[in-house]
């Protein structure tokens, strides 16, 4: 009998055995003494960022529904039974790039996030960097008021008042003095090393004109918030392994579609010149509008299909607290689905040709029989559970319906063009 399988012994499961509530704890196996215990009585799950000498080493998952506690050793031996779920290996050291970086936050109308946040980024292994705040909901003294308050001095504030996250990207994007600039959101936090980490990405070797982090769950007490881990979370099954991507490689093969799991809008770094000049963020995109996303998908294809290098890079993470209301969760399914064929629409509007590339590839898919089946996730995540909450999967239909519709509305109502125009507003 494994270890895995003796009674009373913690149990390695996989992503689709998460129940909430689940505990969210992140180990290093090798700093922290074996017999360190692990609160587990009011869970049922366990889900854990494992650590080797502070290098991120994999993400796994613990059936402790009858346990009180587990220790660190468990896990470790666990591991080493079962094998970490992502089977990564150790980063190359790689040293942090010495060019300057600015961190820039968007904000709508979250005090308590965005000072959370900002509280984060005041504990940074490295503090040579800049903050850049982006109101996007200037009524109030919202985002004004928490800088005052905590009177962050490297810390500098500009409103975007038109609605949108596109808006308030480019309006950074066109404030932003440094040679490279982060994106974080404010329902996140960073880990203490993100800043070294998303440096470090850019001194990597491909040359990356974007890096990309991982954004993990700061906490999974609902149903909601685990639901959303078991669709593939924002890490969208990527490894923690660094991974380059190139368009034409076998990571990227196409940067429209299977869309290369690339990375999140609230984990992401690129270096300023090369994001100007492909027209930075377009505003018909994005949280705010109708279309309520693809604006970050969108960058990194035409990125892609310019010819430049994205890495992955696991060294970078951030920890987002999950919606943990269901209602909720429908709307970020019909809104994440809604931004993929806005996204689709937006790269049709500014190169027509694309059209008949998304049509020649779709036809090659059907014809293999390699279209997504209706109840699989996001990249990495093949079949959902058997209960998986059907009203998010028609949430995820309509959006997917009637994105390509809300991106039209979009430009008719920004009076933009459909050809050949720039993205920025």
């Not at 689940?22 to 692990?38: E, F, H, S």
């Not at 308050?149 to 609605?163: D, M, T, W």
């Not at 998908?297 to 696991?314: C, D, E, I, M």
């Given at each position: ?327 909720a969760l429908r709307r970020q399914f019909f809104g994440y689905s809604a931004g993929l064929t806005a996204f689709y629409a937006s790269m049709v509007a500014s190169e027509p040709r694309v059209a008949g590339e998304l049509v020649r590839i779709l036809a090659s898919k059907l ?7 209706p109840r699989s996730g996001t990249f990495g995540v093949t079949e959902l559970p058997a209960d998986f909450p059907t009203a998010l999967l028609r949430a995820r239909t309509r959006g997917l319906v009637e994105g390509a519709l809300r991106y039209g509305y979009e430009r008719l ?13």
């Amino acid at each position: 009998m494994s270890v895995s399988e003796r009674p009373g012994v913690v149990r390695l499961v996989g992503r689709m055995d998460l129940r909430a509530p689940a505990r969210v704890v992140d180990v290093d196996l090798v700093r922290t003494d074996p017999a360190t215990p692990i609160d587990v009585a009011p869970y049922k799950s366990l889900w854990c960022l494992s650590r080797r000498a502070g290098v991120p080493h994999g993400i796994s998952f613990w059936d402790v529904e009858h346990r009180q506690q587990v220790t660190v050793g468990e896990i470790s031996s666990g591991l080493a039974e079962g094998a970490d779920r992502t089977g990564a290996d150790p980063f190359t050291a790689v040293p942090p790039r010495s060019s300057s970086i600015t961190v820039v936050i968007c904000t709508f109308d979250r005090p308590l996030g965005l000072r959370r946040l900002l509280e984060s980024l005041h504990r940074q292994s490295d503090p040579d960097f800049s903050i850049l705040v982006v109101d996007n909901a200037p009524r109030g003294p919202g985002a004004a008021g928490v800088l005052e308050e905590l009177g962050l001095a490297r810390c500098r504030l500009v409103v975007e008042p038109r609605r949108g996250l596109s808006r308030a990207r480019n309006r950074a994007l066109g404030a932003v003095e440094t040679d490279l600039v982060a994106w974080i959101d404010d329902d996140e936090v960073a880990d203490i090393d993100w800043v070294r980490g998303i440096k470090a990405g850019f001194s990597h070797p491909c040359h990356p004109a974007a890096v990309c982090g991982l954004m993990l769950p700061a906490e999974l007490e609902s149903e909601a918030q685990v639901r959303f881990e078991q669709y593939g979370g924002f890490n969208k099954g990527r490894s923690i392994s660094p991974e380059i991507l190139v368009a034409g490689s076998a990571q990227a093969p196409r940067p429209l579609y299977p869309l290369p799991a690339i990375g999140s809008g609230g984990n992401m770094a690129f270096e300023v010149e090369t994001l100007r000049s492909v027209g930075g963020f377009d505003p018909c995109l994005g949280a705010g509008t109708s279309t309520h996303g693809g604006e970050e998908t969108r960058t990194f294809a035409v990125l892609l299909r310019s010819g430049h290098t994205v890495l992955h890079w696991p060294a970078a993470i951030t920890w987002h607290f999950h919606r943990r209301e269901m209602a909720a969760l429908r709307r970020q399914f019909f809104g994440y689905s809604a931004g993929l064929t806005a996204f689709y629409a937006s790269m049709v509007a500014s190169e027509p040709r694309v059209a008949g590339e998304l049509v020649r590839i779709l036809a090659s898919k059907l014809a293999e029989g390699t279209v997504r089946a209706p109840r699989s996730g996001t990249f990495g995540v093949t079949e959902l559970p058997a209960d998986f909450p059907t009203a998010l999967l028609r949430a995820r239909t309509r959006g997917l319906v009637e994105g390509a519709l809300r991106y039209g509305y979009e430009r008719l109502k920004n009076r933009i063009g459909f050809a050949g125009c720039s993205t920025t507003l």
